[in-house]
């Protein structure tokens, strides 16, 4: 197994515009989570699924900030309307039950900049 | 979730051992602590976890207090690719993860 990966690794947008990351855990990792990191920060979370079902999502989720796991693989996490103040890293991080153990396995990130 | 207190950033001399502590006062009963860290430029990656018993594993050892208000997580002999962001985050099983600022390790070679 590859690890989790995310895709893009960079983006750069315009003010206004929207964006689409995609996150793939590792294959059967049934929990995905959406963290966002700012510069000097520790990561933040935004929101978490098990399988297709999305159980919690954070109060910095704003309306314009959607994620989806439609088949309890991938998830994809777009933010419409992008701001400069959703500049940050977005990490997503997938773990499955083993044994009493839920370790979390992060991606290498996606760095998006709102210009 | 629990408020943790880490030192801003420690120093250590590579091949020496390193303890980075943690408070977390706040702790719940059925919180385990949990030990992340993140290396420049790449996602947080487990490091150890425990919830009344000191552990060990391939990459540290974590000691808890008795009463489970502080740890610390010892590195036996540092390397260069110990340099990181060291995360203490108790948290119940399955959760999110509520991380703080953390502790920037730096070590000298």
């Known amino acids: 197994d590859t690890g989790v990966s995310q895709d893009p690794r960079h983006k750069i947008t315009k003010r206004g515009q929207n964006v689409t990351f995609r996150c793939d855990p590792i294959?059967?990792?049934?929990?995905l989570y959406w963290y966002r990191q700012t510069l000097g920060q520790g990561p933040e979370f935004l929101t978490y699924?098990?399988?297709?079902?999305?159980?919690?999502k954070s109060r910095l989720l704003s309306d314009r900030f959607s994620a989806e796991r439609p088949k309890g693989s991938f998830s994809t996490l777009e933010i419409q309307r992008t701001e400069q103040g959703d500049s940050a890293m977005y990490l997503c991080?997938?773990?499955?039950?083993?044994?009493?153990?839920?370790?979390?396995?992060f991606g290498p990130g996606t760095r998006l900049t709102v210009t | 979730d629990a408020k943790t207190t880490q030192p801003n950033s420690m120093e250590s001399n590579e091949e020496e051992p390193v303890h980075l502590p943690c408070n977390h006062s706040?702790?719940?009963?059925?919180?385990?602590i949990h030990w992340y860290r993140q290396l420049p430029s790449q996602g947080p990656e487990y490091v150890i976890h425990?919830?009344?018993s000191n552990v060990n594993n391939r990459m540290a050892s974590l000691a808890i207090a008795e009463d489970r208000k502080s740890s610390t997580l010892i590195l036996h002999r540092a390397t260069l690719r110990d340099a990181a962001v060291y995360y203490c985050?108790?948290?119940?099983?399955?959760?999110?993860?509520?991380f703080g600022a953390g502790t920037i390790l730096r070590v000298k070679s």
């Open positions: 294959s059967e990792h049934n929990r």
């Open positions: 425990g919830l009344t």
């Open positions: 706040t702790i719940s009963g059925t919180d385990y």
């Open positions: 699924f098990q399988n297709e079902a999305q159980l919690e």
């Open positions: 985050i108790p948290t119940t099983y399955g959760n999110k993860l509520v």
């Open positions: 991080a997938s773990s499955t039950r083993q044994g009493i153990n839920y370790e979390q396995y």
